[in-house]
């Protein structure tokens, strides 16, 4: 992918794309419909906006970016993130519980650390780990997870 300024890209089908350079001009909707979406690069995705609609976010080796703040709640499907052996906290509360809602399914080695100030919310998405640790550390308030386990 190129340089997209205000833009919609969505990443369909089986296949996986690679972003491996630094794109600070990407903004726009980037809507993961299918497939892997590998970032390679910090600040490959630019300030765009990700929409989680059944394709995955894989981290690529020592890739670590916090990309929280960008997650869209009009999101169709849970958050599929492979964090590929690194260590990932996301820390903005507002897509934290963007991703809580729809939930979040881990795969690949290492950890998805997802930072929650709750102030009273119930968080009903399902959570699924399928490789390594899925982190939820309550940092303020009081809160409920309701989705289950899959």
Not at 70 to 90: C, F
Not at 108 to 118: D, I
Not at 131 to 142: A, H, T
């Amino acid at each position: 992918m190129g340089s997209k300024r205000n833009s919609t890209t969505a990443q369909q089908g089986l296949g996986i794309v690679y972003l491996a350079l630094a794109n600070p001009d990407f903004s726009g909707n980037l809507r993961l419909q299918g497939g892997t979406l590998e970032i390679d690069a910090e600040g490959a995705l630019g300030t765009a906006s990700i929409y989680f609609n059944g394709g995955q976010l894989r981290y690529g080796s020592g890739i670590t970016q916090d990309v929280s703040s960008r997650l869209n709640a009009a999101s169709s499907s849970m958050a599929r993130v492979d964090t590929n052996g690194n260590t990932v906290t996301w820390a903005d509360d507002a897509g934290v519980k963007q991703s809580l809602t729809h939930g979040v399914e881990k795969d690949g080695a290492g950890e998805l650390a997802l930072n929650w100030q709750s102030a009273g919310e119930t968080q009903s998405g399902n959570l699924a780990v399928n490789d390594g640790v899925l982190r939820i550390n309550k940092v303020s308030g009081q809160g409920t997870l309701s989705g289950g386990f899959i």
